[in-house]
């Protein structure tokens, strides 16, 4: 990833997503079946080395949009968007039902714009929508949260979704069904359709919950918006290196906060939810940044 060559066309982009995400399917099944303990060392390591930095670098492309073309961590910047995530953070301990609904509405629509964006540049006669975005934003994530392992999760914010009756597997096989009809949808326009369905495949092969999301989340979504950043705000390409290190600050404040939220919660201070709901209410502010929806003083 740290050579110019990967971000300079939106097709060889497209394809690596492709390869990394199908092949860490399988990946994900084989360390199932034979080395199941480096199942979750991998998935840490795939959301520190690159997840983490995707949201870290919220500084920086923050600036890149609003004229800074330096991207320096600005106090003006950092204690708003922290104090967001706290903000979330009460919110999704107050009202947990509607803020996963809205945290999955949000997440839907940001992980399926970011890919539309590269497909732009694939297909030029096309421009992102919001409708598109979250039909494939759905399509990636339905799959993965509707597993019987996401759905005890989700239990504890209140979505009652496991069924009394049949086999446990039904609302992953309906959710991969949806699936597979919005990819071919989606084809018809943005002949996105394969990656559309990798959602589907993480699913039902990488036994892991952790590690199908990290693959996902770091091989996919976070590789493709590297891109759309380096051709549409700055030509930083050649520059990755410099790039990325100036989203150590962050990584490392971010990394201290979350380690301490999972360190309570471990010692029985904090509960399983509410160090989750840290974790997700993260997240939003992110969304709200790139996306463009608000924007913090610079100077």
Same mark, same amino acid.
């Given at each position: 990833?740290?050579?110019?060559?990967?971000?300079?066309?939106?097709?060889?982009?497209?394809?690596?997503?492709?390869? !990394?995400?199908?092949?860490?399917?399988?990946?994900?099944?084989?360390? $199932?079946?034979?080395?199941?303990?480096?199942?979750?060392? /991998?998935?840490?390591?795939?959301? /520190?080395?690159?997840?983490?930095?995707?949201?870290?670098?919220? &500084?920086?492309?923050? *600036?890149?949009?609003?004229?800074?073309?330096?991207?320096?961590?600005?106090?003006? #910047?950092? /204690?708003? @968007?922290?104090?967001?995530?706290?903000?979330?953070?009460?919110?999704?301990?107050?009202?947990?039902?509607?803020?996963?609904?809205?945290?999955?509405?949000?997440?839907?629509? &940001?992980?399926?714009?970011?890919?539309?964006?590269?497909?732009?540049?694939?297909?030029?006669?096309?421009?992102?929508?919001?409708?598109?975005?979250?039909?494939?934003?759905? +399509? !990636? /994530?339905?799959?993965?949260?509707? =597993?019987?392992? +996401?759905?005890?999760?989700?239990?504890? #914010?209140?979505?009652?979704?496991?069924?009394?009756?049949?086999?446990?597997?039904?609302?992953?096989? !309906?959710?991969?069904?949806?699936?597979?009809?919005?990819?071919?949808?989606?084809?018809?326009? $943005?002949?996105?359709?394969?990656?559309?369905?990798?959602?589907?495949?993480? %699913?039902?092969?990488?036994?892991?919950?952790?590690?199908? #999301? *990290?693959? @996902?989340? %770091?091989?996919? &979504?976070?590789?493709? %918006?590297? #891109?759309?950043?380096?051709?549409?705000?700055?030509?930083?390409?050649?520059?990755?290196? =410099?790039? @990325?290190?100036?989203?150590?600050?962050?990584?490392?404040?971010?990394?201290?906060? +979350?380690?301490?939220?999972?360190?309570?919660?471990?010692?029985?201070?904090?509960?399983?939810? %509410?160090?989750?709901?840290?974790?997700?209410?993260?997240?939003?502010?992110?969304?709200?940044?790139?996306?463009?929806?608000?924007?913090? =003083?610079?100077?």
């Amino acid at each position: 990833m740290m050579g110019a060559s990967p971000f300079q066309d939106a097709g060889r982009v497209r394809r690596w997503t492709l390869v !990394l995400l199908f092949g860490g399917a399988l990946l994900g099944d084989a360390l $199932w079946h034979w080395l199941p303990a480096l199942q979750t060392p /991998l998935a840490v390591a795939l959301i /520190l080395g690159i997840g983490l930095q995707h949201g870290a670098l919220d &500084h920086v492309l923050h *600036a890149h949009m609003h004229g800074d073309p330096e991207g320096p961590l600005r106090q003006s #910047f950092a /204690l708003p @968007y922290i104090g967001a995530i706290g903000l979330c953070w009460v919110a999704f301990e107050w009202l947990p039902p509607i803020m996963l609904a809205l945290f999955l509405l949000v997440s839907s629509y &940001h992980f399926g714009m970011s890919h539309l964006r590269v497909d732009a540049k694939r297909t030029v006669s096309l421009r992102p929508d919001p409708l598109s975005g979250i039909a494939l934003g759905l +399509a !990636l /994530l339905a799959p993965m949260i509707m =597993r019987p392992d +996401a759905l005890l999760v989700m239990e504890q #914010f209140g979505w009652h979704l496991i069924p009394s009756f049949g086999d446990r597997k039904l609302p992953l096989q !309906l959710a991969s069904v949806s699936a597979i009809v919005l990819a071919a949808v989606l084809h018809r326009s $943005w002949r996105n359709g394969v990656l559309a369905l990798s959602g589907v495949m993480l %699913a039902w092969f990488v036994h892991d919950l952790l590690l199908a #999301f *990290a693959l @996902y989340f %770091a091989l996919g &979504h976070a590789r493709e %918006a590297f #891109f759309e950043e380096f051709q549409d705000r700055q030509s930083l390409t050649r520059e990755f290196g =410099r790039f @990325y290190l100036r989203s150590l600050p962050l990584t490392l404040a971010f990394a201290v906060m +979350a380690g301490g939220i999972l360190w309570s919660a471990q010692e029985g201070w904090l509960s399983e939810r %509410a160090a989750l709901s840290f974790l997700l209410a993260g997240t939003m502010p992110h969304v709200a940044v790139l996306e463009g929806w608000v924007t913090a =003083r610079l100077r």
